[in-house]
Nanobody, 118 residues
Framework: QVQFVESGGGLVQAGGSLRLSCVASGRTFNFMGWYRQAPGKQRDLVALISETGNTNYADSVKGRFTISRDNAKNTVHLQMNNLKPEDTAVYYC??????????????WGQGTQVTVSS
């Protein structure tokens, strides 16, 4: 049974930082990463990382967010710096077997709220 434990969300002022973590259990994954969904909007990619360290970032977070992964612990982290109010969303951990096709046979975490005040 695949399970995710997400942590690190919260309330922060604009310009601040947060670090999200997602620990997976039940199996290992080719890719792990994060998506986010703001109220009334679709769920969008934030960042992905493969087993070998390849990364893919949304343009809106490049230079501010850094994704990392500990394969031995089946864990992915998202370091978020210089946060902006538009980063406010529920952040979801996602993991699956194909970095190039993240929608294929992937799994979702339950989500963690990130709120950035202006």
């Amino acid at each position: 049974q695949v399970q995710f434990v997400e942590s690190g969300g919260g309330l922060v002022q604009a310009g601040g930082s947060l670090r999200l973590s997602c620990v997976a259990s039940g199996r290992t994954f080719n890719f792990m990463g994060w998506y986010r969904q703001a109220p009334g909007k679709q769920r969008d990619l934030v960042a992905l990382i493969s087993e070998t360290g390849n990364t893919n970032y949304a343009d809106s977070v490049k230079g501010r967010f850094t994704i990392s992964r500990d394969n031995a612990k089946n864990t992915v982290h998202l370091q978020m710096n210089n946060l902006k109010p538009e980063d406010t969303a529920v952040y979801y951990c996602r993991a699956g077997p194909d970095f190039n096709i993240p929608r294929y046979n992937s799994y979702w975490g339950q989500g963690t709220q990130v709120t950035v005040s202006s």
